[in-house]
């Protein structure tokens, strides 16, 4: 599975950006698809999921600015992000799990695999 982020770039404080992630296999074979952000000297942290069924979720200092959705025309996760504050800056990445099973002699448990792109650059001036 190989990601790809763009959109990344330099906004002002209050302005737009919208990214996205394309996928080398369907975007609807993932379990999820979900965008982490990392700041410098920072852990990596949730911004939004988009799970099979279309249900989302947001971190709380997102929630009612970004907007993450599907487009299966081209195969893309995008991440609408509105209204940006200086500490939206970070690097972004998209991230995809894969949902396999273990074989019934090892208990036939799911378990996911994470796959990770490489990120792209947000920096929002103040």
């Known amino acids: 599975v190989h990601l790809v982020e763009s959109g990344g770039g330099l906004a002002q404080s209050g302005g737009s950006l919208r990214l996205s992630c394309g996928a080398s296999e369907s975007i609807f074979d993932f379990e999820e698809m979900g965008w982490y952000r990392q700041a410098p000297g920072e852990q990596r942290e949730l911004v939004a999921v988009i799970k099979t069924g279309g249900s989302t979720d947001y971190t709380d200092s997102v929630k009612g600015r970004f907007t993450i959705s599907r487009d299966g025309a081209k195969n893309t996760v995008d991440l609408q992000m509105d209204s940006l504050k200086s500490e939206d800056s970070a690097v972004y990445y998209c991230?995809?799990?894969?949902?396999?099973?273990?074989?019934?002699?090892?208990?036939?448990?799911?378990?996911?695999?994470?796959?990770w792109g490489s990120g792209t650059q947000v920096t929002v001036s103040s």
């Open positions: 991230k995809a799990q894969v949902l396999e099973r273990h074989s019934l002699s090892e208990g036939g448990d799911f378990y996911g695999i994470d796959y």
